[in-house]
T-cell receptor
Framework: AQRVTQPEKLLSVFKGAPVELKCNYS??????LFWYVQYSRQRLQLLLR??SRESIKGFTADLNKGETSFHLKKPFAQEEDSAMYYC??????????FGTGTRLQVFP | DGGITQSPKYLFRKEGQNVTLSCEQN?????MYWYRQDPGQGLRLIYY???????QKGDIAEGYSVSREKKESFPLTVTSAQKNPTAFYLC????????????FGEGSRLTVL
């Protein structure tokens, strides 16, 4: 069965510190992987997808097939990064499952 | 304005009553989804539909029902059989075959009294 694990419910850092939000997945096949973000009082929205190999708002995420991980990283956290982050690997593009989410708090 | 509209934003229901949450999109998206969001449990898929007049159960479909009579509409009924209906419900849509980007509504918060 598909499974997505985000081990940290809450991650607290100070502004300027590096951030790594962990995501591990388990199922066969080649997944398409996404990170979604929900800022306070805003809709859940796509942050980035691994297929694009892009950096959005300073965040990057590398797919590690050997470790079945898709960790989200940013070298220097900003206060406006405080939000709820969801990892979403999909077995296919038609059924997206989500991790349990990690709340990131960035203190000034 | 293009997007997904969920209504109502807040809903109160007595035990034993069915309630229907509305989800409408004008993005011309093929696929639509319903998720339930609970603290500490993330988003869990209830139902999804890839085309009109067809839908599939997600991971927690028991106690819920849906219909997809029109491309732009995907209402969710929370029935009295749902044992823990108090939750935040999110509707989403995407283009079929698109690389997975979901567009979400603002959500509906259901409270059972």
């Amino acid at each position: 069965a598909q499974r997505v694990t985000q081990p940290e419910k809450l991650l607290s850092v100070f502004k300027g510190a590096p951030v790594e939000l962990k995501c591990n997945y388990s199922y066969s096949g080649s997944p398409e992987l996404f990170w979604y973000v929900q800022y306070s009082r805003q809709r859940l929205q796509l942050l980035l997808r691994h297929i694009s190999r892009e950096s959005i708002k300073g965040f990057t995420a590398d797919l590690n097939k050997g470790e079945t991980s898709f960790h989200l990283k940013k070298p220097f956290a900003q206060e406006e990064d405080s939000a709820m982050y969801y990892c979403a690997p999909g077995l296919s593009t038609d059924k997206l499952i989500f991790g349990t989410g990690t709340r990131l708090q960035v203190f000034p | 304005d293009g997007g997904i509209t969920q209504s109502p934003k807040y809903l109160f229901r007595k035990e034993g009553q069915n309630v229907t949450l509305s989800c409408e999109q004008n993005l011309n998206h093929d696929a639509m989804y319903w998720y339930r969001q609970d603290p500490g449990q993330g988003l869990r898929l209830i139902y999804y539909s890839q085309i009109v007049n067809d839908f599939q159960k997600g991971d927690i479909a028991e106690g819920y029902s849906v219909s997809r009579e029109k491309k732009e509409s995907f209402p969710l009924t929370v029935t009295s059989a749902q044992k823990n209906p108090t939750a935040f419900y999110l509707c989403a849509s995407k283009l079929q075959g698109n690389t997975g980007e979901l567009f979400f509504g603002e959500g509906s918060r259901l409270t059972v009294l």
